[in-house]
């Protein structure tokens, strides 16, 4: 535990659907919900508006259309997250040379190693300028929390909430935590809250009073003892400039069952692929295959090959992958389908040649075994496979959110599509709301497109915090914060 409040959390508020507000002039102030919009599909971000509708993150799709049926559903857009976040990483970097992304949207900042600030006082200050920089270069706000641990800016940064600074004074920890549920502790999901409120502890307070012994028999030696020092408001982990990824993976879930063996096996030869693309951009290299199959009674089936050394190699990735798959039944149907990579490095496997040719042998022993050869039919009629609907066809090619241009209408959105058109709003970020014009899925003006920036002309921060005017953004709290709603 630090002496000052020097250690920073943001979290961008509502990040993805806030981002979506800000690029189509029409959403914003209106409920917006942005996630997988299958039958089976999950909410990613819910708006503040939407929000007030019962919507929140990892609730079904259907059932946030039931509580908000006229709010806009939208397809992710990661491009244009992963832009804004890297303006905002780049603005926390230049407060430390500690800065630990957690997500997207997320990260922890060492002030104190940055010597930006050493005490309350400064602390706040920079905390000010840093949602003042956010909101001109990007246009969005962000949450922020400062204290002497990362734990207790992490509560801070909930409290802030919306569009807020919470600064937790050190000496005030306990007070502050006492009355809070158990669950804001790290560590405490459902399954440990049950088991505490069970035990009679459903507030920080109880977990203090009980003490260590108490919580250690319940929890466990490693457990109960560190959530006992949580408790007290004790938290000495350092903020890490890099966080060691150790595996990269892509998933899909289904709107339908799969039941054809060919389509099941095309699905992970992409998922594969998605996987390496995914791998090359972090500029590493995995030695482990990873394949997921949840089946349509919910048994999740994992398979794993390690290969000879680590490869980026999409060829590899997607032979190891369906090897793995001929050793799972997929006859009842497959709701999702995940490949991953884990042991990952710096490098790629030089002899990739022999390891190629140890799978080309590996498949060949598979065509000895089943009678087949390389240039005979598979025993699945690839006929069989059911061809996606037309409306399916437009949602894949023009997904509800996603940004196009016309030749004639310029730039816009997607509104959405089915019967063989699609809809598109025509407007831009910081425009007054477009015209909505309809056109055939197929007409050659409309185009997909890549997002606009979300502020056509950014403030330089190039010389920041050092010149930076004090923030303008209103009253900061120091013992309260504005709730979420």
Same mark, same amino acid.
């Given at each position: 535990m630090r002496a000052a409040p020097t250690i920073l959390h943001l979290d961008m508020d509502a990040f993805y659907a806030s981002a979506e507000q800000a690029a189509k002039p029409s959403l914003r102030g209106k409920p917006v919900v942005v996630g997988g919009l299958g039958p089976r599909g999950v909410v990613a971000t819910a708006s503040y508006e939407a929000r007030r509708f019962g919507v929140h993150s990892a609730m079904p799709m259907a059932q946030a259309r039931r509580l908000a049926p006229n709010a806009a559903y939208l397809v992710p857009r990661f491009t244009l997250y992963r832009m804004v976040s890297d303006q905002v990483m780049g603005l926390l970097g230049r407060l430390s040379p500690l800065?630990?992304?957690?997500?997207?949207?997320?990260?922890?900042?060492?002030?104190?190693?940055?010597?930006?600030?050493?005490?309350?006082?400064?602390?706040?200050?920079?905390?000010?300028?840093?949602? /003042?920089?956010?909101?001109?270069?990007?246009?969005? /706000?962000?949450?922020v929390g400062l204290a002497g641990s990362k734990m207790l800016a992490k509560i801070a940064s909930e409290e802030a909430k919306p569009d807020g600074l919470f600064l937790i004074e050190p000496g005030t920890e306990r007070e502050l935590l006492a009355p809070m549920s158990v669950r804001i502790l790290p560590g405490v999901g459902p399954? /440990?809250?049950?088991?505490?409120?069970?035990?009679?502890?459903? /507030?920080?307070?109880?977990?203090?009073?009980?003490?260590?012994?108490?919580?250690?028999?319940?929890?466990?030696?490693?457990?109960?003892?560190?959530?006992?020092?949580?408790?007290?408001?004790?938290?000495?982990?350092?903020?890490?400039?890099?966080?060691?990824?150790?595996?990269?993976?892509?998933?899909?879930?289904?709107?339908?069952?799969?039941?054809d063996r060919v389509r099941v096996r095309t699905e992970v030869e992409r998922l594969a692929d998605r996987c390496v693309r995914r791998l090359r951009a972090a500029e590493r290299s995995g030695r482990t295959v990873v394949l997921k199959v949840r089946r349509y009674d919910f048994s999740t089936l994992t398979r794993s090959e390690t290969l000879r050394g680590p490869t980026d190699d999409p060829t590899v990735v997607r032979e190891a992958?369906?090897?793995?798959?001929?050793?799972?039944?997929?006859?009842?149907?497959?709701?999702?389908?995940?490949?991953?990579?884990?042991?990952?490095?710096?490098?790629?496997?030089?002899?990739?040649?022999?390891?190629?040719?140890?799978?080309?042998?590996?498949?060949?022993?598979?065509?000895?075994?089943?009678?087949?050869?390389a240039d005979e039919e598979p025993a699945e009629d690839p006929g069989d496979v059911a061809e996606e609907t037309p409306e399916q066809l437009a949602a894949r090619r023009w997904p509800a959110g996603h940004d196009v241009q016309h030749g004639t209408y310029g730039h816009g959105w997607v509104q959405g599509s089915g019967v063989g058109r699609v809809t598109v709003r025509f407007e831009e970020p910081g425009d007054a709301p477009g015209r909505v014009r309809t056109f055939r899925i197929d007409d050659p003006e409309l185009q997909p497109a890549e997002p606009l920036p979300l502020v056509r002309d950014p403030v330089d921060y190039s010389s920041w915090p050092a010149s930076l005017p004090k923030s303008r953004s209103g009253p900061v709290s120091s013992g309260g914060g504005e709730s979420r709603p």
């Open positions: 800065v630990e992304p957690l997500s997207l949207d997320e990260a922890f900042v060492d002030l104190e190693a940055g010597g930006v600030a050493d005490d309350s006082a400064s602390a706040r200050e920079i905390g000010e300028q840093l949602r /003042t920089a956010i909101r001109a270069v990007t246009g969005l /706000t962000g949450s399954a /440990t809250g049950d088991h505490l409120r069970r035990a009679g502890m459903t /507030t920080v307070r109880d977990l203090a009073d009980a003490g260590e012994a108490e919580l250690v028999r319940l929890l466990g030696k490693a457990h109960g003892a560190s959530l006992h020092l949580m408790a007290l408001g004790y938290d000495d982990r350092p903020v890490v400039a890099e966080r060691d990824a150790k595996s990269v993976s892509v998933e899909d879930t289904f709107d339908v069952d799969l039941h992958a369906a090897r793995l798959l001929e050793a799972v039944d997929t006859t009842g149907g497959v709701r999702l389908l995940g490949v991953g990579v884990t042991g990952l490095a710096d490098f790629t496997q030089e002899d990739l040649f022999a390891q190629a040719a140890d799978v080309l042998s590996a498949a060949s022993g598979s065509e000895a075994a089943t009678g087949t050869g």
